[in-house]
């Protein structure tokens, strides 16, 4: 067989691009928002994997012996999947440069503008390499042509699935893993039947999304430790995250990729190190993060059963859509806080990082007690095909927010758009090196590189999203794209498939159980919003990642996730630059728990006691009595809220009302009018103080958004 595209690229850099398109099957329409009719679309991982047409039957197979084909390749291939994961993180060495001793081959962005932007070439990568596999595969075929004909046709339109975390999944109806990432086997089409596509018959076949083993085999035949590599491929070990030697997490003793998988024995070993799927315990921990006990519908009411409760992940992603709530792409797209705005942003702590990282938690495992998982940790993420299918939806979510603010490209929370932060930090610009990510084929190593610019337009990128395909309404006669009803339709498709704190108050309001006088504030169809927003240093614990779990009472009502795992480099040899000098500099990162909704639950629960209504001075005091917080390290060990001395958090109320129907779509929700409450957090440890500079009392507000 003729040398591969991957096999020719071995040496020199290699130039990413997207899946080749056919001829004459894509226009390019654009004006201002990329449009082009007949680009292939990126599919929700459910509709490829139910397929019911025969192409997407075809491109689910491909995709799953590709997937298996990819796996397999041995760590010390340039474009195999263990070094392609290892991108993210460990070993740590390079990848399409040369070797160069002393040099950074961490190549993390992450508590940066370059955030989303960064993973987008990453995607891409993927994505290309996976289908030039299935084109291999398909050679090896002994199989007519126009059968062939049909299976390359199918692969060329195939373009990487995603996992949207933020709606519930079909199978199950609740949110959760997708089903096949609970499945050991799954079902494909037999491409010696040309039949087979065409009446649904299927075979079943091992399912290489169930987990991910180091392909380095023993003598016992057995998938090696990650840190055990064989003589003469020492450089890709795994290492261990132990910046905290009282609690490792064991990478580098891993064979396979765990999902709360990996337990802490009473004699210091581990169980699980063989790689564990878990899937139960990342959907129970998905669900219970998500789920609401309240159903304002009757028992007997025809919606009781209907009832979809707003979960946390759908209300915070439909916030992040809602008009205002995050006005510049720095509040957007990451975590970085910059102190020189405090007083102008209230609501731009809900980043798409910050979203991401709690996915991360969720469902890789954060303690021992319940299991420990890969996903959980910067370094080995993206060894588990979860990730991929996260990150595909974190792409696409930028996509969504990008065609409702294509003039917000590279905006900040100060108008003026500052590149350097007041801590002197500069931020990436547009046109920096995303590394190790290059355009050419044998290229020059430094200056052919992506950068955010150049991945701006997705569709020059040879892919779309199935849900940002227009409707009728939003095609103008000449074929072009009307985009003003074109975002008007997105904006309805986020509200209706992202249940948000309105759905929930809204039906509250409708509930004849409650007595509307007695248990709301506000009257009409606004309320009283109730969001906690948090500053906090990512590199609290040397690069561990931990989390700051929100309680009222014992009631856990939310989370921020600091994802890291990686040692700043001025903390030891062989850490990370870039997390060296955010630490250095006192770079911290910022987030937001919205709280309405768990706070309304509580008080429309005949057996909590504490709170009875939704009036200002119930709540406050209720919060102030009630609200705590735990600081804990992945692995699960507690820590003392002394050891976060940077941390602020800061509750804040607002009003939060419905906008009135667009040409007879509903938008999302409207937020504004955002104060600080000190009062409720003066006399907690890392709470905001009544005589804060910028959020105390009698500090001027007039700089925050108004309705």
């Known amino acids: 067989m003729a040398a591969t595209a991957i096999e020719k690229s071995d040496d020199g850099t290699y130039g990413i691009s997207g899946i080749p398109l056919i001829p004459d099957d894509v226009e390019f329409k654009t004006k201002i928002i990329p449009y082009a009719p007949g680009m292939p679309n990126r599919l929700r991982l459910s509709v490829l994997a139910t397929a019911a047409e025969p192409v997407t039957r075809r491109q689910w197979t491909l995709f799953i012996l590709a997937l298996e084909k990819f796996k ?33 081959y961490v190549y993390c962005s992450h508590n940066a503008v370059t955030f989303p932007t960064w993973h987008r070439p990453y995607m891409l990568l993927y994505e290309k390499l996976l289908w030039q596999h299935m084109k291999e595969i398909i050679q090896t075929w002994d199989i ?56 649904g018959s299927t075979m079943e076949y091992p399912n290489p999304l169930w987990g991910f083993d180091n392909p380095e085999r023993g003598e016992d035949g057995k998938p090696l430790p990650m840190g055990q590599m064989p003589k003469g491929k020492e ?20 064979s396979g990729v765990s999902r709360y998988g990996i337990f802490a024995t009473e004699d210091g070993t581990y169980t699980g190190l063989e790689g564990v799927n878990n899937f139960e315990a990342a959907n129970d921990a998905i669900e219970d ?19 979809v409760a707003p979960g946390s992940l759908a209300d915070a992603v439909n916030r992040m859509f809602s008009e205002d709530y995050n006005r510049t792409w720095a509040t957007f797209a990451s975590t970085k806080w910059w102190s020189e705005s405090e007083d102008r942003i209230s609501t731009g702590y809900m980043s798409l990082e910050y979203i991401h990282n709690n996915v991360h938690n969720l469902s890789g495992g954060p303690k021992f007690e319940t299991g420990v998982g890969h996903m959980a940790d910067v370094p080995v993420a993206a060894f588990d095909p979860l990730f991929w299918l996260h990150h595909c939806n974190v792409d696409r979510l930028l996509s969504m927010w990008q065609v409702l603010h294509w003039d917000g490209w590279w905006t900040y929370p100060d108008s003026s758009g500052p590149n350097t932060t007041d801590d002197h930090t500069a931020d990436p610009s547009p046109d920096a090196a995303l590394q190790p990510f290059h355009t050419k084929d044998n290229g020059d190593q430094k200056k052919d590189c992506w950068t955010s610019e150049l991945s701006r337009d997705w569709t020059l990128l040879n892919y779309q999203y199935d849900d940002l395909v227009p409707e009728a309404d939003a095609i103008n006669p000449d074929g072009t794209l009307n985009e003003e009803q074109y975002k008007i339709d997105l904006l309805a498709h986020i509200q209706e498939i992202y249940p948000s704190t309105y759905n929930f108050v809204h039906r509250v309001q409708l509930d004849d159980r409650v007595e509307k006088v007695g248990f709301f504030e506000k009257e009409g169809d606004s309320w009283d ?13 040397n690069g561990h990642s931990y989390t700051i779990e929100i309680w009222l009472g014992d009631n856990p009502v939310g989370q921020v996730y600091a994802f890291a795992g990686l040692s700043p480099a001025s903390a030891g040899p062989g850490g ?28 429309l629960q005949d057996s909590y ?6 009036k200002q001075q ?13 600081f804990v390290q992945l692995g699960g060990a507690a820590k003392p809220a002394s050891a976060f001395p940077d941390t602020k958090i800061s509750v804040w109320r607002g009003t939060g009302k419905p906008q009135d129907l667009v040409r007879g779509k509903r938008m999302p929700a409207a937020f504004s009018s955002y104060r600080p409450l000190p009062d409720i957090t003066h006399d907690k440890e890392c709470g905001l103080k009544r005589d804060d500079a910028k959020l105390g009392v009698g500090a001027p507000y007039d700089k925050f958004r108004q309705f």
């Open 72 to 104: 397999s390749l041995t760590v010390e291939q340039k474009f195999s999947y263990f070094q392609i994961a290892g991108i993210h993180g460990y070993p740590a060495t390079a990848w399409d440069a040369p070797f160069v001793p002393d040099e950074d």
């Open 618 to 630: 119930a709540v406050g005091d209720h919060l102030r009595a009630h609200l705590n917080w735990k």
């Open 576 to 603: 990370c630059k870039n997390c060296g000098s955010q630490r250095d500099n006192k770079v911290l990162s910022r987030a937001q728990v919205p709280l309405t909704v768990p706070i309304m639950v509580l008080a």
């Open 144 to 199: 007519p042509e126009s059968q062939a004909s049909d299976w390359n046709e199918a692969a060329d339109k195939w373009r990487l699935p995603y996992w949207d975390w933020a709606q519930r999944q079909t199978y199950n109806n609740e949110f959760s893993l997708p089903e096949v990432f609970t499945m050991k086997t799954v079902e494909i089409y037999d491409y010696h039947d040309p039949e087979a596509v065409e009446n």
């Open 235 to 254: 450089q890709w070990n795994l290492h261990d995250d132990d910046s905290d030697p009282q609690q490792i997490l064991p990478w580098s003793q891993c």
């Open 609 to 614: 006691e504490h709170l009875v209504s939704m």
């Open 289 to 307: 993060f998500s789920s609401t006990a309240y159903n304002p519908y009757p028992p007997d009411d025809e919606g009781h059963d209907d009832w």
């Open 529 to 541: 919003d109730y969001i906690l927003n948090v500053v906090y240093d990512r590199y609290a614990l």
